[in-house]
């Protein structure tokens, strides 16, 4: 890339509709954009997600169109969220979503496992089901999968009743156990986080004496 503009930050600053259809860009990367236009690109979050737009000219500033719209329906940002942008290369964004006070969205609600013999060797977690009716049921169109983030890793689970509960389990269930080592003994908090998905950011949790 030809200038140092490597990162950027976008509030949301504007009461109007207009910002969930489209996204104006710095000025002092429009010249090595200059030719190329319109052009696809390709926006992940920093949890995995993946999202495709156009990138193009509106109003005579560069600005992320076509596709915008979908992203910030799925990711469910409102007015006032703080959006940092970081380039990987010309056509390919990392974006980092924080609240109106610029911090990482909180979390719609979480839930600690304690890691069983039968979980690790099943690969075979569990919903509480308290969780499911308060924070999951009725609020979501597609129930049947989940995804886990923890570190960059994204991993797909399928979404099963059994047993009185909801299992989470097949899919990249056994990858996930091995990838990060879970054994036996050991907690993980799950933090559901907002977006059209089940989707659960996931730490070690541990008690510090």
């Known amino acids: 890339m030809d200038t140092d503009v490597s990162s950027f930050l976008a509030i949301i600053s504007s009461s109007e509709d207009d910002w969930r259809e489209w996204l104006p860009l710095p000025a002092e990367i429009y010249k090595e954009y200059d030719g190329l236009l319109p052009r696809a690109f390709r926006l992940t979050t920093i949890d995995g997600e993946e999202y495709e737009a156009t990138m193009g000219l509106k109003n005579g500033q560069l600005s992320l169109i076509e596709g915008w719209e979908n992203f910030m329906d799925s990711e469910s940002i409102e007015y006032g969220f703080h959006l940092e942008f970081y380039r990987h290369s010309l056509f390919d964004f990392e974006i980092e979503i924080m609240d109106e006070n610029g911090c990482e969205r909180e979390p719609i609600g979480s839930f600690t496992l304690d890691m069983k013999r039968t979980h690790v060797e099943r690969a075979r977690l569990f919903i509480p089901m308290q969780f499911w009716r308060d924070h999951i049921e009725g609020d979501y169109a ?26 989470l389990q097949r899919g990249e269930a056994r990858s996930f156990m091995d990838d990060n080592e879970i054994v036996e003994n ?6 559901l986080v907002p977006g059209e998905l089940i989707r659960f950011k996931v730490y070690a949790s541990f008690l510090v004496d």
């Open 142 to 167: 597609d129930t049947s999968v989940a995804y886990l983030f923890i570190g960059k890793r994204k991993y797909e689970l399928e979404v099963v009743e059994g047993h009185g509960k909801k299992l």
């Open 186 to 191: 050991c907690s993980y908090k799950f933090c």
